[in-house]
């Protein structure tokens, strides 16, 4: 999980979250391991290529957005004079990685944070909502072309990687077309939640003596930094869903069609249409037979239990021949690979879920 965040305005918001995030267990059993900048030493000019490189190995991005973060977009003319915004660029390339097919960040879930409530207002020291006629006006001002110094500093990175169709996309990302896209998706607002009791934190601690002596431009008093520590404490459940949600999808993306191992370059000569040919069947019940076949065992996509979700339908009578793929037919990988792929594109294609201890990725020199 990477987060991204704007240090003047949102880093003690950061410190909060993966103090409270990392190394947590989602319900689904998946441990959380944050990349957080602060917590990751790298020197000289190395720093901004493992920043980046953090950011494109993540499942799952939770961007902060806020005023802080939003007004100095909004100072972005597009123009070749603008100076480069390293948090627009993060989030450039972020939502520019979402149309690549083998990106590894599944999911985008944006965090929107208000301003605190100040001492004496209503609702002190809970968190304000995010949207506010300021807002609003913020957004209105944003740009509607790209802002030349950020853009391209997003797109050489992809440039860099060989990621030509990547950089393209960054170079034509408009300030406002970018922030429409991210506040379109699925999120969650920080603030707004009633009968929360704020959380621990010590005048003592690191956190409150680094806020008392290095304010943000929003200052946090030690009443409002409690309370935002609870607020995201609130919302871990739902990161954690997020989380759980996005590694299923994943393995689902990575496993669609019948033996995707072979359509991903393990050996692009075994499709859909030599399954169906030499088995009589096609999609997933070829992929079941060959599953059942490889592991010695009748093949009959009826054999298996039905999802709930996807009521079985009435199948029709047929006779399952030998498959004639034998482990010759695959000659870069043993059978019970092959097995283990078939199996799990029926899993998918019955909705089912099975627990993954860990995220897996393919590619077309190594294994699971």
Known sequence: VFISYRTRSEKYHAMLLYELLNNTTTPGGHRVIVFFDAKRSVDGGDWEESFAEGLMNSLVVLPMMSEGVLEPMARLRGEAEDGQDDLARQLIMMQAAQSDPKRKMETIFPLLIGRPRASGEAGYPATGAFFSPKIGAVLSGLATKPSPPTARAAAEFFESKGMEDLAQAAENLTMRGLVEALLARQGAELGGKT??????????????????????????????????????????????????????TLFKRFFEGPVSLARRGRNASVTDASLASSSGLSGPAAAAAFANRALGKPGHLTDLPSSPS?????????????????????????PEDAAAAAAAEVAAAAGWEPPLEAPHYFDDTSRC
């Open 195 to 248: 009968g929360l009791v704020p959380d621990m934190v010590t005048e003592d601690s690191e956190l409150w003596k680094q806020v008392s002596y290095h304010p943000g431009s929003v200052p946090l008093d030690l009443q409002q930094l409690c309370m935002i520590k609870a607020e995201f404490r609130a919302l871990i459940p739902s990161i954690h869903e997020v989380i759980d949600r996005a590694l299923s």
């Open 310 to 334: 996807s009521p079985k339908q009435p199948s029709t009578p047929s006779t399952p021949g030998p498959l004639g793929h034998s482990a010759r037919a695959f000659p870069t990988f043993p």
